[in-house]
Antibody, heavy 128, light 107 residues
Framework: EVQLLESGGGLVQPGGSLRLSCRAS????????LSWVRQAPGKGLEWVSD???????????NYAASVKGRFSISRDNSKSTLYLQMDSLKVEDTAVYFC??????????????????WGQGTLVTVSS | SFVLTQPPSVSVAPGQTATIPCSEP??????VHWYQQKPGQAPVLVIY???DRPSGIPERFSGSNSGNTATLTISRVEAGDEADYYC??????????FGTGTKVTVL
C-alpha cells in the first residue's frame, strides 16, 4: 500500500523559514516524480512544486510562479523522503501542504500525468 | 498559464445525476483528471485521462472531454458523494493546473 506521510508544519513568522518532509513507503521511491500541492484555508488546490529523480539532470525541479525563488524542493532516495524548504515565508503561504505521487504514461500520441496518491497534509501557518 | 473554470456549486438529489463541467478553450486537446476531496481529507483521484477510473472507484463516476469542456458525471448520486471536486491538467510536463473547484451538495 502506497503511503505518504508529511511532517514539519507549524507556526512561523512572516519572513521565516520552515522545512517540510514527506516520508514515502509501499513503492519504489526513486521511480516516481513527487509533488507538493497546497490548499489555503477554505480555498482550492494549488500545485507548488515537483521533482524528478536525481537521474534527470536537466529540468529536474519545477515551481509555481508564486513560490519560485523562495521554496526549494529536494529528495533523499536512501530515506524515501521528499522535502520542501520554504524561505521568506509570507502570510499568503498559509495552507495545508500535501505531498503527492505523480504517475502516468506516454501512449505514443500524448503524455498522461496525474497524482494518484496523496498524503494527509501538514498545516503551515504564517502569522505574526 | 491557463485557468480551468468550474461552477462553485452543484446540487443534486439522491439517485439523480450530477454533472460538473470544467472549461478552458483548448481543454479538448489535453488529458483531464478529476479529484474528490471530502472535508478534512486529502484529495482522491476518481478519473484520469478524461474518462478512466482508478481501481476502487465506482462505475457511477465517469468523465468525458471535448472542445472547450471536460465533464465529470456522477450517476445515481449517494450521500457519500458530497464533496469538493477538482479538474486538473498538466501544462506541458512542467506545471500542474487545478480547476477552481466545485462543491457537490446532495439534497
Amino acid at each position: 500500500e502506497v503511503q505518504l506521510l508529511e511532517s514539519g508544519g507549524g507556526l512561523v513568522q512572516p519572513g521565516g523559514s520552515l522545512r517540510l518532509s514527506c516520508r514515502a513507503s509501499g513503492f519504489t521511491f526513486h521511480n516516481y516524480v513527487l509533488s507538493w500541492v497546497r490548499q489555503a484555508p477554505g480555498k482550492g488546490l494549488e500545485w507548488v512544486s515537483d521533482l524528478r529523480d536525481s537521474f534527470y539532470t536537466t529540468y529536474s525541479a519545477n515551481y509555481a510562479a508564486s513560490v519560485k525563488g523562495r521554496f526549494s524542493i529536494s529528495r533523499d532516495n536512501s530515506k524515501s523522503t521528499l522535502y520542501l524548504q520554504m524561505d521568506s515565508l509570507k502570510v499568503e503561504d498559509t495552507a495545508v501542504y500535501f505531498c503527492a505521487r505523480r504517475d502516468g504514461y506516454n501512449d505514443g500520441q500524448k503524455t498522461v500525468l496525474y497524482l494518484d496518491s496523496w498524503g494527509q497534509g501538514t498545516l503551515v501557518t504564517v502569522s505574526s | 498559464s491557463f485557468v480551468l473554470t468550474q461552477p462553485p456549486s452543484v446540487s443534486v438529489a439522491p439517485g439523480q445525476t450530477a454533472t460538473i463541467p470544467c472549461s478552458e478553450p483548448s481543454i479538448g486537446d489535453k488529458s483531464v483528471h478529476w479529484y474528490q476531496q471530502k472535508p478534512g481529507q486529502a484529495p482522491v483521484l476518481v478519473i484520469y485521462d478524461d474518462g478512466d477510473r482508478p481501481s476502487g472507484i465506482p462505475e457511477r463516476f465517469s468523465g468525458s472531454n471535448s472542445g472547450n469542456t471536460a465533464t465529470l458525471t456522477i450517476s445515481r448520486v449517494e450521500a457519500g458523494d458530497e464533496a469538493d471536486y477538482y479538474c486538473q491538467v498538466w501544462d506541458g510536463i512542467d506545471h500542474c493546473v487545478f480547476g477552481t473547484g466545485t462543491k457537490v451538495t446532495v439534497l
